[in-house]
């Protein structure tokens, strides 16, 4: 049974950094695009950093120069290194996957950015 496991949100001030990880594991045959989303409170879920399994990667434009996202196809995992976070930034992310043609999410883990 494929399932998605998130780690690393945690409690961080303004300027601070997190790494998230998630890794996929249970009857995998292939993987495509892994990528990360986030919901924060009263919001719909968005679109953090996307990448393909030959590792090209997007980003949603508030992101963009402050969070890296990165795979390792040999380990079904992907991260997502964040920098210089803000409040705006706080949410629960979610990893998310397209395993043997269907798509996956994880738990969420829930990272608050304090000011």
């Known amino acids: 049974q494929v399932q998605l496991v998130e780690s690393g949100g945690d409690l961080v001030q303004t300027g601070g950094s997190l790494r998230l990880s998630c890794a996929a594991s249970?009857?995998?045959?292939?993987?495509?695009?892994m990528g990360w989303y986030r919901q924060a409170p009263g919001k719909q879920r968005e679109l953090v950093a996307v990448i393909t399994n030959g590792g090209s990667r997007n980003y949603v434009d508030s992101v963009k120069g402050r969070f890296t996202i990165s795979r390792d196809n040999g380990k079904n995992t992907v991260s997502l290194q964040m920098n210089s976070l803000k409040p705006e930034d706080t949410a629960v992310y979610y990893c998310n996957a397209r395993i043997n043609a269907a798509v996956f999410w994880g738990q969420g883990t829930q990272v608050t950015v304090s000011s």
């Open positions: 249970g009857g995998i045959f292939s993987i495509g695009p």
